[in-house]
């Protein structure tokens, strides 16, 4: 009995280490791998962008060079070339980074194959819904990595985060600084863009036409999709029953979002949603059916004189003018019965604000954010864009509760971030309260 005993303690004990020594190595793989050395024991060899190239060519496959940081010091010294140097694409920090459609990467499987046979050793990613989202090859020098570019309906490009199995990413992360790595992480959004051949280092490249162009569009890149989880657990537990009415309003709701956006593209004047229609996004992926308007905002830096006048000529009347430039303004515009508002937002130290008036009395109302950033995202098959920060900006405006439906909502009251902000002198009013009847 006494054997049986030391037995089983014996066993236990044996069980205990391999456990905890298995938990130590997930530690260790864990920490491995969210923290990428920036200790790269290869540099770019061209005669692998040559190669990746000879291989786009058999497969009939467009790469284009994709790197902001070596199209930017190109596009900057394009003059400088010394014959057998390699002075731009060997200098890149970590793989360098290039583009080729979902499409040709589905419907060439050769390009694949091709590069193979050429040597590359071939590190595939894919989003959970199984799409090829980045592809990195590896030869004599440090990776090539390829972002696979999406195109959407709504007329952009979208390039998936990077994710994958944890022994993919140990094929790859060893060559990936740190700050790459994080920018990896993002989903990003990109105009759609044409393309020209040029020579780098000796090399026949395709690179997007407009260079400082492009370079824009990735520093503000950053794309939030509509969480469809959250979406259909508030539809399943607040049922999704909708008048006749609620839908016909919904429709007319997002032809006045969708006009309102090509105004204000036209006009070269960024915008998000905000207020109701950025909690539906967020919320149910979709436009609140009893909301009644379109609220979306602008800073108001960006506010151009002849933004009314281009919305009337597009048939949006003006509503109402509240406000100045230099404080608390905002404007209405109204689509047949549907209202567009437009909030102008003021920067004050960490915080942003937009203002409010009631023009029966005069009163001043404010509405204070945490500062915010702006990314871009799908909505109802439109690119908008919305606060980076999107759920901190929800809970200042309709605090903890904003997933519960609210359909009896006073603007001077309800907002969590709402502060009074003084009355408009009398002599004022005449010109910060503007409304039209007609």
């Not at 395709?206 to 969480?227: L, Q, R």
């Amino acid at each position: 009995m006494w054997g049986i005993r030391n037995l089983k303690k014996k066993i236990f004990w044996v069980v205990g280490i391999v456990f905890g020594l298995i938990l130590l190595d997930q530690l260790y793989l864990h920490i491995w791998l969210s923290t990428p050395n920036t200790q790269f024991p290869r540099s770019l060899h061209v005669d692998d962008v040559r190669q990746l190239i000879r291989a786009g060519e058999d497969a009939a496959v467009t790469t284009i060079l994709f790197d902001p940081v070596i199209l930017h010091a190109w596009s900057r010294n394009s003059h400088v070339a010394v014959p057998g140097v390699c002075i731009f694409l060997c200098h890149v920090i970590g793989p360098l980074t290039f583009a080729v459609t979902s499409a040709q990467l589905r419907d060439k499987p050769a390009f694949l194959s091709r590069l193979a046979q050429l040597g590359f050793t071939i590190t595939l990613f894919k989003t959970p819904e199984g799409k090829h989202s980045h592809v990195f090859l590896i030869r004599q020098g440090s990776p090539l990595h390829l972002v696979v570019l999406e195109p959407h309906s709504a007329g952009f490009l979208r390039q998936y985060s990077l994710v994958g199995p944890p022994h993919n990413v140990a094929q790859v992360k060893q060559y990936i600084t740190k700050d790459t790595w994080n920018q990896m992480k993002f989903d990003r959004a990109y105009e759609r863009f044409s393309t020209r051949e040029v020579k780098i280092d000796d090399v026949e490249l395709t690179v997007p036409s407009n260079i400082e162009a492009f370079i824009a569009d990735h520093k503000n890149s950053h794309f939030i999709p509509c969480n469809e989880s959250r979406a259909t657990y508030y539809n399943l537990k607040h049922s999704k029953n909708e008048t006749p009415d609620e839908v016909r309003f919904k429709h007319k709701a997002w032809k006045l979002l969708a006009k309102a956006k090509t105004i204000l593209d036209q006009l070269n004047t960024p915008f998000w949603l905000s207020s109701g229609t950025l909690l539906g996004f967020y919320r149910q992926c979709d436009i609140i059916a009893w909301a009644l308007d379109v609220d979306i905002g602008i800073f108001i830096e960006n506010y151009k004189p002849n933004l009314i006048e281009e919305f009337e000529k597009k048939g949006l009347r003006l509503s109402h003018k509240f406000g100045k430039v230099s404080d608390s303004f905002e404007l209405s515009f109204k689509d047949e019965d549907i209202k567009l508002d437009i909030f102008f937002f003021y920067t004050e130290g960490a915080t942003m604000w937009n203002g409010g008036t009631q023009a029966r009395t005069g009163k001043k109302f404010k509405y204070v954010f945490p500062a915010f950033t702006m990314c871009w995202t799908e909505f109802l098959d439109l690119k908008v864009r919305i606060p980076c920060q999107t759920e901190e900006y929800i809970r200042a405006n309709y605090g903890l509760s904003w997933f519960t439906p609210v359909k009896k909502w006073d603007w001077k009251a309800s907002p969590s971030n709402v502060r009074d902000n003084g009355v408009w002198p009398e002599s004022e009013r005449s010109q910060v309260i503007v409304v039209n009847d007609n």
